[in-house]
């Protein structure tokens, strides 16, 4: 178990528009992060947020890019397609 010690402030001002616990959001946040370090699987972010597999795909969708792809990777993917449509001349 891990305890977070926050200013009253400033849990108001992170709590105040969402309305949504706080102790929720930290996890989803520490979640999202782990997942985006490639850190943590996919059934891992489920098993720390308490989801089944569809739940935890529709709650990965709606917070990673799944489209955030390294310049370098892109660059390899186009080259890729470049060649495979001159063979196709």
Request: glycine fraction near 8%.
């Amino acid at each position: 178990m891990i305890t977070l010690e926050l200013p009253d402030e400033i849990a108001r001002a992170l709590t105040e528009r969402s309305g949504q616990d706080l102790a929720r959001r930290a996890l989803e946040a520490l979640a999202v992060q782990g997942y985006g370090e490639e850190r943590l699987t996919q059934r891992q972010v489920g098993e720390l947020l308490g989801l089944g597999r569809i739940e935890t795909e529709d709650f990965l969708a709606q917070h990673v890019d799944p489209y955030d792809y390294d310049p370098a990777e892109m660059a390899r993917e186009a080259d890729s397609l470049r060649r495979f449509s001159e063979r196709g001349r």
